[in-house]
């Protein structure tokens, strides 16, 4: 049987019954996603108000890198710490580092990418020159050296994690205003006397804040597992406490004797990442659809 004559300006059947399958497909990861990274977030931050868990920090020599078992649903530590809490304290100290980080880098790259863009000329080169001298330095690199001059507290790795975020973006906010700074309303906007302010904050912020927010949950994914990494190699939170990479290193020891030391936070860690990232890519489809 011969093949059916194309016309031109249509798309063909099967892409057209495949879109709304292919939406179905994003609403699913977009629900799963979310609800696992809800059940993350609420159990980290308000799981110790109503779970009977011990302090992160507490020793027990009765319980040395004992299994899990209804006392301690997850095991306990080197020193009889119990992991549970362990997990949901350095998960609620590693979700507040990573929101906050990418806050203060969306924020001061976003300065610079919409300046950038709707100025354009001298200061749009100045500002994309001083983007590109963050991009040239590895941003783990750069992260270790702050970390390792100002300190491990939390304001401190916040500071040094936001680094990760400037540069994406300064690029991607720029990237964005020079598409819409010649859009009808920013051209009315400009000929009516709005000032570069007024544009940024009336019309190029709210156009582009739904995909800076989708970017943002990409990016949080990415300071979650640099944080893991930070704490690793020992630059992470100071002890006592307590955070996932953290846990990582102190049960890498005790891996063939203990291995719930080592797997309990791989496991929270790979599913927070692995459900904001699936998040994200799911919410960006959708805003596209």
């Known amino acids: ?41 609420f159990f980290c931050f308000l799981g110790p108000l109503f779970l009977p868990v011990p302090d992160p920090s507490a020793i027990n020599l009765n319980a040395i890198r004992a299994a899990p078992s209804l ?12 992991l549970l809490s362990q997990i949901l304290y ?39 020159r001083c983007v590109d001298v963050l991009l040239a330095f590895p941003a783990l690199i ?3 050296a702050v970390v390792t001059y100002v300190g491990r507290s939390s304001w401190d790795l916040t500071i040094a994690l936001s680094f990760f975020s400037v540069p994406a973006y300064g690029r991607y906010s720029r990237a964005l205003a020079v598409g819409l700074r010649n ?3 920013v051209v009315n906007a400009r000929l009516a006397g709005a000032r ?3 544009l940024i904050w009336r019309h190029i912020l709210p156009n582009a804040m739904p995909t800076l927010l989708t970017f943002g949950f990409l990016a949080m994914g990415f300071q979650i597992v640099a944080l893991a990494g930070l704490s690793f190699l020992g630059l992470g939170l100071a002890p006592p406490t307590p955070s996932w990479g953290g846990m990582i290193t102190a049960g890498e020891a005790y891996l063939s004797t203990a291995p719930q ?26 805003m596209r659809a």
């Open 196 to 198: 570069s302010g007024h």
């Open 90 to 128: 350095g998960g609620r100290d590693s979700l507040e580092i990573a929101i906050l980080s990418v806050m203060i880098g969306a924020t001061v790259g976003c300065l610079f990418g919409f300046v950038s863009g709707i100025k354009g000329g001298i200061i749009d080169t100045v500002l994309m």
């Open 261 to 286: 030391m080592v797997l309990v936070p791989v496991v929270f860690l790979l599913a927070t990442v692995v459900s904001v990232n699936l998040f994200g890519d799911a919410l960006r489809q959708r």
């Open 71 to 82: 006392g301690h649903l997850f095991g306990t530590g080197s020193d009889g710490e119990d």
């Open 183 to 185: 859009r009808e309303f």
């Open 142 to 144: 750069l992260a270790l």
């Open 1 to 41: 049987m011969p093949a059916p004559p194309r016309v031109e300006g249509l798309l063909p059947a099967e892409v057209l019954l495949d879109e709304p399958e292919a939406g179905r497909r994003w609403d699913r990861t977009l629900v799963v996603s979310g609800g696992v990274l809800g059940l993350i977030v």
